[in-house]
């Protein structure tokens, strides 16, 4: 079978990168890389494992696995030579290597170990000629960044079953049950609702456990009046969602409006700045002046955003220290937040779309009325 079109342009610009950086192949290890450019949806199932690796030169494109992948890669990776390794990679990659001619092999250095970069670099140095291993950062990970419309859509579809799951969660919460039980009702909803699995571990948290900006579900009861933090997200066709709402059970106070207020603002004011050509920079200051001018100085500590994609987690960032600069057809999250130690937190997070001329949010519960009804 042949690459499909989308795949094909994308492994011509990889081959591209590959004559400018004067490689002779790149060995592709990071799990969201390797379906990117091939299809294959092998999971590494923890940073030690590994489902496979693709070997991508100028003529030739190899999906390197085990057989517990094998007939999946046959399935999924169309246009790649399937090689089955019985004894590990460090065994099969010499004669790979030698039966395509490369002397200069680039790797995905974030995602190599020291210890098998040290057992790799050891049999292809034995090569006659001798294989060099050649470091390389975000070869893929740039063509990544910007999404095709399809992907756009794949991430609305995925945000779209996690925001149901979450308002059936909202009609379920009652004071006195415990965040733990409320991240499984969430969790649960998702799954029944389609998801293929989670971006990321559910987070509930109530009270004084939500100034924790990724706190970790516990056996606190939830109570009336006190804010209570979800942040949750659904894979759905291998892209990601992430979205965050802060809750209340009965009658806000001041200090809950104030804060929520300020954060939901934030939020807004960071959005109707964003479109191509803007700096993340710039994007972040936007958000973190309007809290500080709230009187929340130091009370907001991580990051505006970040990009998503087949990972939660992705290039473009809306941080203080990181300076990106947006361009047409990402998809990042907005992302603010408040954090009072002893009282706890408001974080409240959109996905939006980079366009040429400005932000196109996906989620539907924006605007959104924090007061949940029990």
């Not at 794949?154 to 079953?161: C, E, G, H, N, V």
């Amino acid at each position: 079978m042949n690459l499909n079109p989308t795949v094909q342009k994308r492994i011509t610009k990889i081959r591209q990168n590959l004559a400018d950086k004067e490689l002779d192949a790149l060995m592709v290890s990071v799990q969201e890389n390797r379906y990117y450019l091939s299809g294959f949806t092998g999971e590494d199932t923890q940073f030690d494992e590994s489902a496979g690796v693709l070997i991508i030169s100028d003529r030739h494109l190899v999906l390197a696995t085990d057989s517990r992948f094998e007939l999946q890669a046959q399935a999924e990776a169309a246009g790649f030579d399937i090689v089955c390794y019985k004894k590990g990679l460090e065994k099969e990659l010499p004669d790979i290597v030698k039966s395509l001619g490369i002397h200069r092999l680039g790797f995905e250095s974030v995602r190599l170990s020291h210890k098998n970069h040290s057992t790799y670099a050891d049999v292809l140095g034995k090569q006659k000629p001798p294989v060099d291993l050649i470091p390389t950062e975000n070869v893929v990970e740039a063509l990544r960044q910007c999404k095709s419309e399809d992907e756009i859509q794949r991430t609305t579809r995925a945000l779209q079953l996690a925001e149901k799951a979450f308002l059936q969660v909202l009609d379920a919460i009652r004071p006195g049950m415990t965040e733990r039980q409320a991240a499984w009702i969430l969790e649960k909803n998702m799954r029944e609702n389609g998801a293929q699995g989670l971006s990321f571990p559910v987070i509930v948290a109530s009270g004084p456990n939500s100034a924790l900006p990724h706190a970790i579900p516990s056996d606190r009861q939830m109570a009336m009046g006190e804010p209570i933090l979800f942040d949750w997200g659904a894979r759905l066709d291998e892209y990601c969602s992430d979205t965050t709402r802060t809750v209340i059970m009965g009658e806000p106070d001041d200090c809950f409006k104030k804060v929520f207020e300020t954060v939901v603002t934030a939020r807004d004011l960071a959005i109707e700045a964003i479109k191509a050509g803007a700096s993340g920079t710039q994007v972040d200051k936007i958000a973190r002046n309007y809290i500080n001018q709230n009187g929340y100085e130091n009370k907001f500590g991580h990051s505006l955003g970040h990009g998503t994609g087949l990972a939660v987690h992705e290039s473009p960032r809306l941080s203080p220290i990181k300076d990106d600069r947006l361009e047409a057809g990402m998809v990042v999250t907005v992302e603010p937040g408040i954090y009072l130690p002893g009282w706890g937190g408001v974080r409240m997070e959109n996905q939006v779309v980079v366009r040429q001329d400005g932000a196109q949010v996906l989620n539907d519960t924006t605007p959104f009325d924090p007061k949940v009804r029990v």
